[in-house]
Antibody, heavy 122, light 108 residues
Framework: QVQLVESGGGVVQPGRSLRLSCVAS????????MHWVRQAPGKGLEWVAI????????YYADSVKGRFTVSRDNSKSTLYLQMDSLRVEDTAVYYC???????????????WGQGTLVTVSS | SSELTQDPAVSVALGQTVRITCQGD??????AGWYQQKPGQAPLLVFY???NRPSGIPDRFSGSISGNTASLTITGARAEDEADYYC???????????FGGGTKVTVL
C-alpha cells in the first residue's frame, strides 16, 4: 500500500533553515508528481510546491517562492523541502502528497503523509 | 494567483442532503477536487474531476461543476461525515495549486 512518511520538523528561530523529508513506498515514486501542502494551526490548507516526476519542473506558492526549494531523489524514493529564511508565519504542519496521476501533476492529491510540524519562534 | 471561495460552515440533519460549494474563476478552466479532513488527521480525497470518486469512498459523496462553481453533495449524511471539507484546483496559470478556505460540516 502507498505510504508517505514525513520527517524533519521541529522548532526553529526566525531566519534559520530546516529541511523536511518525505519517504515514499508502495508505488513507483519516479513516475509521480509530488507536492507539499501546509496547514497553520487552526487554519486551512495551503498548497506550497510541486515537483514533476523527473524533478525538471518545480513551482511554488508566492508565499514561499525564493525561500523554499523542493527536490527529489528518485533512487531513494524521497521528496525534500529545503526551507530557508523561515518566518513566524511559516509555522504549520507540512504534508507531502502524491499527485493522483502519473507524470506531470494534475493537482489532485490521492495520498498524504501524516504531516510534520514546523514551529518558527524566537 | 486565483482564489477559491467556500462558505465557512454548514449544518445538515442526520440522513438529509447537504451541498457544499466552491467558487473561483479558475474553475472555468480546471476541475476541482474535494477533501475531507477530521481533527488530527490528514486530508482525504473524496471526489475529483467531473465525476470521479476514489476507491473506498461511499457513493453518497458526489460532485459537479458548472461555470465557476464546483459542488460536493453528501446525500444521506451520516454522523461520520462531520468534518472540514476543502476544495482545490489550480490557479489561472495552471502551474500552482490553490485551496478553498474550507467548510465545516456539522451533522445534527
Amino acid at each position: 500500500q502507498v505510504q508517505l512518511v514525513e520527517s524533519g520538523g521541529g522548532v526553529v528561530q526566525p531566519g534559520r533553515s530546516l529541511r523536511l523529508s518525505c519517504v515514499a513506498s508502495g508505488f513507483t515514486f519516479s513516475t509521480y508528481g509530488m507536492h507539499w501542502v501546509r496547514q497553520a494551526p487552526g487554519k486551512g490548507l495551503e498548497w506550497v510546491a510541486i515537483i514533476w516526476y523527473d524533478g525538471q519542473n518545480k513551482y511554488y506558492a508566492d508565499s514561499v517562492k525564493g525561500r523554499f526549494t523542493v527536490s527529489r531523489d528518485n533512487s531513494k524514493s524521497t521528496l525534500y523541502l529545503q526551507m530557508d529564511s523561515l518566518r513566524v508565519e511559516d509555522t504549520a504542519v507540512y504534508y507531502c502528497a502524491r499527485d493522483l496521476r502519473e507524470w506531470f501533476g494534475e493537482f489532485d492529491f490521492d495520498h498524504w503523509g501524516q504531516g510534520t510540524l514546523v514551529t518558527v519562534s524566537s | 494567483s486565483s482564489e477559491l471561495t467556500q462558505d465557512p460552515a454548514v449544518s445538515v440533519a442526520l440522513g438529509q442532503t447537504v451541498r457544499i460549494t466552491c467558487q473561483g474563476d479558475s474553475l472555468r478552466s480546471y476541475d476541482a477536487g474535494w477533501y475531507q479532513q477530521k481533527p488530527g488527521q490528514a486530508p482525504l480525497l473524496v471526489f475529483y474531476g467531473k465525476n470521479n470518486r476514489p476507491s473506498g469512498i461511499p457513493d453518497r459523496f458526489s460532485g459537479s461543476i458548472s461555470g465557476n462553481t464546483a459542488s460536493l453533495t453528501i446525500t444521506g449524511a451520516r454522523a461520520e461525515d462531520e468534518a472540514d471539507y476543502y476544495c482545490n484546483s489550480r490557479d489561472n496559470t495552471g502551474y500552482h495549486g490553490v485551496f478553498g478556505g474550507g467548510t465545516k460540516v456539522t451533522v445534527l
